[in-house]
């Protein structure tokens, strides 16, 4: 089904985030949409889905102009959306999350959860995804998260797939697969619209590309451009896409991570007896495929991890067995792997949210009183530092694009006294202008004196921003290289081969 | 993560409690009687003595909770609920024990009663089952009782009709839903104050009504026909099931199907699993096409219905007659059975049932002369109200978006 977009504006109140925008995508075509955050992507989406009501323009399907009142509407004319911000109930299993507004009944409207069951066996082994129906959504990876999105727009039988950032979460094999499965849809006849800030991705499967910066489209652009190309245009400006650092300037070793172990409610082992200590003025990066044991380590540093034992000390004072509040209070920096639970209050501003856990003390307080014309001053500050879009700093953290939500979490992060920081996946849903600038951040914390420990699964980024890469593989660490070690040799060791 | 220490701790005053009552229980023997006329083969009394029944009591108790003890924080696990449950019935048992020492205990009385009181109660908490799995928090439930209960009352009177008393009932009951529902949904009000204005408002408008147009007329307007007793065959004969289950009223049948039926409604149908992903995360719903406002305001107002039934109890049912705010804060107490139930209905039922049983005792209690102030029975209600929802809930979730507006752009 061809789809074109004429002229489509959306305004929040007097802000415009969709600018007059035109976009074609022909049927059997995958139309990359690249745009910095806070660009509009994701709002000309939800305009198409009809999630939002457009404030001007037209959507047409095969030439004919589509009214859409609600989601309801989109989706019976055949688009299927794959949202940047799951659209999953924690509480309900995978099977009913997939089934919930098409759900197969027996008499008197029961469900027949079996038939759901089946419904999310068949998509699954039809795409290669291993996923119990009934798990509870909540419990999953935000990796296994995204799979369960994208099985419910493939149950549509949509013809126009929305795929609006997935692979920010997925591992590249996993992205890979992705990418196997938009090639596979594409050959089908189907249009896929496909946003994403990699541009590897981009490069690798788009047959077309529109670029759009601050809600107006500025231009197309080719697959075979260069990355710096495709940079540039979505920036405005020249970015340098490699991270420049001085050589390490080490002091002691003062974050030390000693026969860490740990279970899982299941009880099996999630941590195996890891051990690693991260100098002054170094960045420690732990590589390795999501999933085998990072997100239950960084847990472990925050305190929200059950069942550990072992020793984590911070300039000699053990961590483990404090409350989150107390790690954070011994200077602890810590940038969670899922910023919309564990990062941010939706419905708080963004002015509160840079302030969060700091909200009891000076400057932000005094006594029992909040100090709000200093906290407005910090706010705006860390607002243009971190090149953050938003209409202002009372927008509501839900308001924000997703990359300029991460940005917020990093900004709250990044401006504390810290004497260690813990950052998961710290880049994921930037663009390439922000990421430019995240990596300046961390590595100038690095040379302000303080260990860093990254996790990261992008290898790019691990080799580029570590000085000393530790590679975890089923809970263990299974070897701890130098950043310039060749790509196949950490991807054996990843795949857990050790010599 | 460390267990709560909330259980022991609660098992332990128990207990200590239960000690302090054993040296007080005067009286040699209390007999317990079980059967009644109607049964199908006769049970004899059963005759206990009274200390020394307490005492082992106690001792049941004291095991209990050192094994909760031993769980909490040797283990580091949690207590079972088999344990707390045997825990409760104990404590219950020696209370009972305590206040019927030296008398004789009807126990399918004292049941009955207890099942009966819980009637308006668990329509409530149906309504609020409805209401709060939508995401609309219901402190509306009160109204809706007290609408219910004066429409039926005036309706049956002029009709001389139960049937179409109920069906007024409910239809009252719709209407207070709805106005709940318009003000939370539509207009964004805080659904806490609505609640609570709404209560307000039908309480004056049922008294106001009451003292100009009923007390003038109470033949025609406030003299409505009762429910009848109807037993059923068989079933109404088993001993203690028959006569405390199957041998009510009408609005009693109802009550089993509509708890049963919210139940089957919310988890096993498609209606429920879109219900309960509007009152978790209605973004999500509205992306699969569920329409969000229109699935909150059939759900609250089905809610609305049961609760006008419910109300009728009151008048049809118990007092036979309309009085001012005769629902005397039942809306709230169903309220929290819901919150105790864990917003399941089977369990909210199970917790109403709970709440009529500490009421029936108190009027049970004054009956046989107790050896406690009639205004402590009054308050036993209320009291177990608090611990229960305080105390024995513990850390629950309910629906995540309730009381939060849904709003698109
Ligand atoms: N509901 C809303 N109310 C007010 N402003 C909003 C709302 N949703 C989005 N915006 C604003 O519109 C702009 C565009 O947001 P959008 O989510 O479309 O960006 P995006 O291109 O998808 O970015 P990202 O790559 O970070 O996901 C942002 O500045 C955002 O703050
Ligand atoms: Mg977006």
């Avoid at chain 1, 300037?249 to 860490?260: D, H, Y």
């Avoid at chain 2, 219950?92 to 009181?117: H, I, K, P, Q």
Wanted: aromatic share 8%; proline share 4%; net charge neutral.
């Amino acid at each position: 089904m061809r789809l074109e977009l004429k002229q489509i504006t959306k305004k929040f109140g007097d802000f415009t985030a969709n600018d007059k925008i035109d976009l074609v995508a022909e049927a059997g075509q995958i139309h990359c949409l690249l745009g910095e955050n806070g660009a509009g992507k994701s709002t000309l989406m939800n305009v198409l889905y009809g999630l939002y009501q457009a404030d001007g323009g037209e959507i047409l399907l095969d030439g004919q102009v589509q009214n859409f009142s609600g989601p309801g509407d989109a989706m019976a004319a055949g688009i299927g959306m794959v949202h940047q911000h799951f659209m999953l109930v924690p509480v309900f299993t995978v099977a009913e999350n997939v089934i919930l507004g098409h759900e197969p009944t027996k008499a008197l409207g029961f469900l027949d959860i079996q038939a759901a069951r089946e419904r999310v066996r068949e998509i699954s082994s039809r795409f290669g995804f291993d996923i119990d129906p009934d798990a509870i959504v909540g419990d999953l990876s935000v990796g296994v998260q995204q799979r369960v999105e994208i099985i419910k727009a493939l149950l549509g039988d949509a013809k126009v797939l929305i795929f609006d950032e997935p692979t920010a979460v997925l591992t590249p094999q996993e992205t890979d697969e992705l990418m196997g499965i938009m090639r596979q849809l594409r050959d089908e006849g189907k249009s896929i619209v496909f946003i994403t800030h990699k541009l590897r991705e981009v490069r690798e499967v788009a047959d077309k590309i529109t670029v759009i910066r601050l809600g107006k489209v500025v231009g197309e652009a080719s697959p075979t451009d260069s990355s710096e190309h495709l940079a540039s245009m979505m920036v405005g400006r020249e970015v340098d896409l490699s991270v420049h650092k001085n050589p390490a300037n080490l002091g002691e070793a003062s974050f030390k991570v000693n026969n860490l172990t740990a279970f899982n409610s299941a009880g099996s082992k999630v941590l195996d007896d890891v051990s690693f200590e991260i100098q002054k003025g170094e960045i420690f990066v732990i590589a390795g495929v999501q999933g085998n044991g990072q997100t239950e380590l960084a847990e472990a540093i925050l305190g929200i991890q059950e069942r550990v034992t072992g020793s984590i000390t911070l300039e000699g004072k053990e961590l483990l067995g404090k409350s989150v509040k107390k790690v954070l209070d011994s200077g602890v920096g810590f940038v969670p792997e899922d910023r919309t639970e564990d990062g941010l209050v939706a419905d708080f501003t963004i002015a509160e949210n840079l302030m969060l856990d700091r909200s009891d003390r000076p400057p932000f307080a005094r006594g029992v009183q909040l100090q709000l014309k200093k906290l407005h001053q910090f706010a705006e500050e860390k607002l243009k530092q971190f090149d953050i879009r938003a209409q202002s700093i009372f927008s509501k953290a839900k308001q924000l694009s997703g990359g300029n939500q991460q940005k917020v979490v990093l900004a709250r992060e990044l401006s504390r006294d810290l004497k260690v920081l813990v950052a998961s996946q710290p880049t994921r849903g930037l663009d390439v202008g922000s990421i430019e600038f995240v990596h300046e951040q961390i590595v100038a914390a690095r040379d302000g004196g303080i260990p860093v420990l990254i996790v990261a699964t992008e290898l790019d980024e691990a080799t580029q921003l570590g000085d000393r890469v530790a590679v975890m593989y089923k809970g263990k660490i299974v070897g701890i290289v130098s950043p310039d070690t060749p790509r196949e040799e950490l991807g054996k060791l990843m795949a857990g081969v050790t010599k | 993560m460390k267990q709560s220490k909330k259980t022991p701790i609660a098992l332990a005053l128990l207990t200590f409690l239960t000690v302090l009552i054993a040296p007080a229980v005067a009286g040699d023997e209390i007999e317990i009687q079980i059967a009644t006329k109607t049964d199908l083969f006769p049970i004899p009394n059963l005759v206990f003595a009274a200390q020394g029944f307490v005492i082992f009591l106690a001792v049941l108790m004291l095991v209990l909770a050192v094994w909760s003890f031993y769980l909490t924080f040797s283990k580091n696990q949690k207590t079972p609920l088999i344990a707390t449950v045997v825990f409760g019935i104990a404590f219950v048992a020696s209370v009972l024990v305590w206040l019927f020492a030296g008398a004789t205990m009807t126990l399918t009385t004292l049941l009955a009663g207890s099942l009966a009181l819980a009637v308006p109660l668990i329509f409530g908490s149906m309504s609020g089952a409805l209401s709060e799995r939508v995401g609309i928090i219901n402190i509306a439930i009160e109204g809706q009782l007290l609408a219910g209960a004066f429409t039926s009352a005036v309706v049956a009177s002029i009709t001389d009709s139960v049937i179409l008393g109920i069906i007024a009932a409910m239809l009252a009951g719709v209407l207070v839903a709805a106005l709940l529902a318009v003000f939370s949904i539509k207009y964004l009000v805080d659904q806490i104050i609505t609640g609570v204005v709404v209560n307000v408002l039908i309480i004056g408008l049922t008294s106001f009504l009451f003292s100009t147009l009923l007390a003038d007329n109470i033949t025609v307007l406030n003299q409505p026909p009762r429910f009848e007793r109807i037993s059923i065959p068989v079933l109404g004969q088993i001993p203690i099931i028959g006569p405390v289950l199957f041998n009510q009223t009408l609005i009693v049948y109802l009550m089993y199907v509509a708890v049963i039926g919210v139940f089957l409604a919310l988890f096993k149908t498609r209606w429920g699993l879109r219900v309960r992903s509007v009152g978790e995360y209605p973004k999500a719903s509205d992306t699969v096409g569920i329409k969000v406002f229109r699935t909150r305001y059939i759900s609250v107002m089905i809610g609305g219905a049961l609760a006008g039934l419910g109300g009728s109890f009151f008048t049809l049912g118990q007092v036979g007659a309309f009085g001012k705010e005769m629902t005397n804060g039942a809306g709230y107490i169903a309220l929290a059975a819901l919150i105790f139930g864990r917003w399941n209905p089977i369990y909210a039922a199970l917790a109403a049932l709970l709440f009529g049983f500490a009421q029936n005792l108190q009027y049970a209690v004054q009956i046989v002369g107790s050896p406690l102030p009639s205004e402590f029975l009054l308050m036993l209600p209320y009291v177990l109200t608090v611990i229960a929802v305080a105390g024995l809930v513990g850390k629950v979730r309910g629906p995540a978006a309730a009381g939060k507006p849904y709003i698109k752009s």
